[in-house]
């Protein structure tokens, strides 16, 4: 074989659902050295990282720690720890993410419950109300941020409903964390789980959890053992928790790039995070619905960090998205489940939302658009952003 030559990827700027771009702080602290996974000097960074950790899910829970693995890693663990075969479950979903829970959930052999919202719109905590009354599940799944649809759940009021029917809440957060008010103590989430290649701009590979005491006692209470080994977390905890005993070897540089990105985002602050976020949502709003685009989800329930708006008829999901890649070196995302091929999902998230991304995704949308014949007076996307930064 010929050696394939030295890796130099393009320059991109990741405008999709995730990854988003990493920090270059980050990218930075993970060319530092190798230290071993029990070397004194990294326990003290995992204690650091897990310290920070709480501070940015808004948790006293001592269960708090970066499962290495992605998102999904994160939705196994708090659903393969908490659900033994025959518990009650009930998951609530409103999109592609939703009906993932709703698969690992039935994979942990519960006695499932599934209520759907249509794509684009989130629950009333009446609906859900009512299900628990008649079902008295022992967890309810919930994701927080669909970003299948860019609808976010209202989730702060859900922990206390969830307790009054002896009901664990355990909700998605991937696309929360670091981007929109997410509050885990005060609004009573039992489990959370996030990733780091969103709101955190790190890259993809950890799956910050946290789990309250409530959910600690119902894992000690298990009858059966967990069905994953490696996802167990009362053996996990023998590393994450406080006798650091070998489980798996610590992906190092991952949780270098996860107390970088922790850092930026306590250096920031979280509230002047979350008014960023909106800030410059507002903008790229008023940007695409002068393009003439309109978004998929409800306009009560949108999120920040992810927009997702419908193709135009006529125009190629396909054709632009390339045109967008090889020509401006911007990735967005396309559709996912019932919105494949309908809709275009743009990601401004953690170090992504500033005004270059939304100026920039902007202007070549324009430009792509305006080839594949949309109509709309040019410049009238960035100009809309502009005018709602600078009002
Ligand atoms: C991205 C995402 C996931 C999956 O995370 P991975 O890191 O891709 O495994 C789960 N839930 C939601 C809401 C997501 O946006």
Request: glycine residues 10%.
């Amino acid at each position: 074989m010929t050696i394939p030559g030295q890796l130099s990827p393009s320059p991109r700027i990741l405008l999709g659902p995730g990854p988003s771009d990493a920090h270059p702080r980050v990218l930075s602290v993970m060319s530092t050295p190798l230290l071993g996974h029990l070397d004194p000097q990294f326990l003290d960074i995992m204690v650091e990282t897990q310290t920070m950790l709480r501070e940015v899910y808004l948790t006293k829970n001592p269960l708090t720690f970066p499962v290495s693995a992605t998102g999904t890693a994160g939705m196994e663990t708090c659903l393969v720890n908490l659900i033994e075969p025959g518990d009650k479950a009930v998951i609530c979903t409103m999109g592609y993410f939703g009906n993932r829970m709703v698969d690992i959930a039935g994979r942990c052999g519960a006695q499932l419950t599934v209520k759907e919202a249509p794509w684009g719109q989130v629950f009333d905590l009446q609906q859900i109300r009512e299900t628990l009354q008649t079902v008295r599940p022992k967890v309810l799944g919930i994701v927080h941020a669909e970003t299948s649809t860019g609808a976010i759940q209202d989730i702060s009021a859900l922990g206390k409903l969830c307790h009054e029917f002896g009901t664990l809440l355990v909700a998605d957060c991937v696309t929360s964390l670091g981007c929109s008010p997410l509050k885990l103590d005060e609004w009573e989430v039992d489990a959370a789980f996030s990733c780091s290649q969103k709101g955190l701009s790190c890259p993809p590979g950890m799956a910050p959890v946290s789990f309250s005491q409530r959910a600690v006692d119902a894992l000690k209470a298990r009858k059966t053992k967990v069905q994953s080994w490696y996802l167990d977390l009362t053996t996990i905890m023998g590393y994450w928790g406080g006798d650091r005993a070998y489980h798996h070897t610590a992906p190092i540089t991952m949780v270098y790039a996860l107390r970088e990105g922790l850092r930026l985002v306590l250096e920031e602050g979280l509230e002047a995070r979350w008014a960023r976020h909106q800030r410059n949502h507002v903008a790229l709003k008023a940007g695409l619905e002068a393009l003439g685009l309109q978004y998929t989800a409800a306009a009560n329930c949108r999120m920040p960090q992810l927009n997702a708006v419908r193709i135009p008829d006529g125009v190629d999901d396909l054709a632009c998205r390339k045109r967008l890649l090889t020509e401006f070196g911007i990735e967005i995302g396309g559709g996912l489940g019932d919105l494949k091929g309908k809709a275009w999902r743009i990601g401004i998230m953690g170090h992504n939302s500033r005004p270059t991304c939304v100026l920039q995704v902007l202007a070549a949308l324009e430009c792509v658009l305006l080839g594949a014949g949309a109509k709309f007076t040019p410049g009238s996307g960035v100009a809309a952003a502009e005018k709602a930064y600078t009002a």
